[in-house]
T-cell receptor, first 114, second 112 residues
Framework: SAVISQKPSRDICQRGTSLTIQCQVD?????MFWYRQQPGQSLTLIAT?????????ESGFVIDKFPISRPNLTFSTLTVSNMSPEDSSIYLC???????????FGPGTRLTVL | QKEVEQDPGPLSVPEGAIVSLNCTYS??????FMWYRQYSRKGPELLMY????GNKEDGRFTAQVDKSSKYISLFIRDSQPSDSATYLC????????????FGQGTTLQVKP
């Protein structure tokens, strides 16, 4: 498995602002993903973060709203842009490690938008 | 209809009980089945992973998959208060994409 950390762990933001969430892994991983967990809802995949190229977004999620970077094999960022209260969620980074296709999750970033 | 259905509970049982958690799914293309445990204010933790019909056992946990009925279960034997958490089933079509489809999660409380 991999040890995954996320920053910040939580934040309270104003409508219209943007927040960048960082995901750091303690070892090189093959795939990195960003999920959203809205209150009372299940986890939904936002996008797959691709190293050195544009992320692959799921239906309903767009790059302008959720720009993602992955400059190397251990680090990725997700930005939530022009936030509204509907963006209040837990955002989770997950990874798969070499030789296995099981996914491990970070602790999550709890975002509240006022 | 959601791709994966899971009763959100909450489910409350006494310590030592056998717990049964279930998910049903509609897409027969799902080939990989996982159970995650999520404690409050924590990220999901992988408990069980299987890709075939039948049972897989790990300590007090048994995962069961019935592809013909599109039904998966997680059994917890001798449940403990420390098992109190939300349990999420997660399914995947292919090992290449990595995209997981999650159930809503079942909240379990084990009372001492």
């Amino acid at each position: 498995s991999a040890v995954i950390s996320q920053k910040p762990s939580r934040d309270i933001c104003q409508r219209g602002t943007s927040l960048t969430i960082q995901c750091q892994v303690d070892s090189q991983v093959t795939m990195m993903f960003w999920y959203r967990q809205q209150p009372g809802q299940s986890l939904t995949l936002i996008a797959t973060a691709n190293q050195g190229s544009e992320a692959t977004y799921e239906s309903g999620f767009v790059i302008d709203k959720f720009p993602i970077s992955r400059p190397n094999l251990t680090f990725s960022t997700l930005t939530v842009s022009n936030m509204s209260p509907e963006d209040s969620s837990i955002y989770l980074c997950s990874v798969t490690t070499g030789g296995t296709d099981t996914q491990y999750f970070g602790p999550g970033t709890r975002l509240t938008v006022l | 209809q959601k791709e994966v259905e899971q009763d959100p509970g909450p489910l409350s049982v006494p310590e030592g009980a056998i717990v049964s958690l279930n998910c049903t799914y509609s897409n027969s293309a799902f080939q990989y089945f996982m159970w995650y445990r999520q404690y409050s204010r924590k990220g999901p933790e992988l408990l069980m992973y299987t890709y075939s019909s039948g049972n897989k056992e790990d300590g007090r946990f048994t995962a069961q998959v019935d592809k013909s009925s599109k039904y998966i279960s997680l059994f917890i034997r001798d449940s403990q208060p420390s098992d109190s958490a939300t349990y999420l089933c997660a399914l995947r079509v292919s090992s290449n994409t990595g995209k997981l489809i999650f159930g809503q999660g079942t909240t379990l409380q084990v009372k001492p």
